[in-house]
């Protein structure tokens, strides 16, 4: 069996990749596709933690936009997070891969709450963590939720699973002129304003030397690909 590239790693999946074809919510087909995607890369002996996104449910400034209120809508954004982390949760745990949801904002009746004591001792006994409820705080995304994590739980990369399959010169989805990058570093992204992540979770990646890789959730073994040293992706790393 191929060598990982590495041992433990913060997984982002896309919140609006769950949706599949769908206009809303969860589409329990592409969850099991992107479950059996990690089942794989557990089946390699890395050391998964995942933050699911919400765009599939809510986002905090669509609700603002129609003149709700940024603060509940960041609210329904995070709960939405929780019911993507428990659907992906499902899907994993009916490949038998050991799984648990903590969340940012107290649940208890729900799921257990976040501490970077309770995530250590999860994965040490093997388990796979998905962290819900983003950062806990409005104004934030579910990215610099990965990235915060990520640093929390020494993971040696953050791997983005998105929409498209890289970082490009411009959003690929409205500029088919834009073209793709095979490697960029934090400040690059940062300088050049490539909208992919957002500032903050790139700032704190840099930080904390955590390199970025974006690729497509939609690539079946994807994920597992470039953990054994291929895949199609942009790699982000320190200078
Ligand atoms: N320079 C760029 N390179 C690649 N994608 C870009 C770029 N600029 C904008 N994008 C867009 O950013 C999107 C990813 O951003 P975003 O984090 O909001 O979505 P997501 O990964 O689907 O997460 P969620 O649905 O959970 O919010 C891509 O789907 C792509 O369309
Ligand atoms: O730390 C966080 C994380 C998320 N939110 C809100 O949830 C939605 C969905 O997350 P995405 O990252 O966009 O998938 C986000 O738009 C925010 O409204 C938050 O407030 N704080």
Known sequence: MTN?????????????????????????????????????????????????????????????????????????????TVINALALATSLRKMDVDTVVLSAIAMPEICQSFSQRATRTHMDAGRVVIFAGGTGNPFFTTDSAAALRAAEIGAEAIFKGTQVDGIYSADPKTNPEATRFEALTHSQVLERGLQVMDVAAVAVARENNIPIIVFSIHERGG????????GRKTIVTDE
Request: charge should be neutral.
């Open 223 to 230: 994920f597992g690909q470039i953990l054994a040293g291929g």
């Open 4 to 80: 990982p590239i590495f041992r433990r790693v913060l997984l982002k999946v896309s919140g609006e990749a769950l949706m599949g074809n769908q206009g809303f919510g969860i589409d329990v087909n592409v969850a099991d596709r992107i479950a059996s995607d990690i089942a794989e890369v557990r089946a390699m002996g890395v050391e998964v933690g995942i933050v699911v996104g919400g765009g599939n449910i809510f986002r905090g400034v669509a609700v603002a936009s129609k003149g709700g209120e940024r603060v509940t809508g960041d609210h329904m954004g995070m709960l939405g």
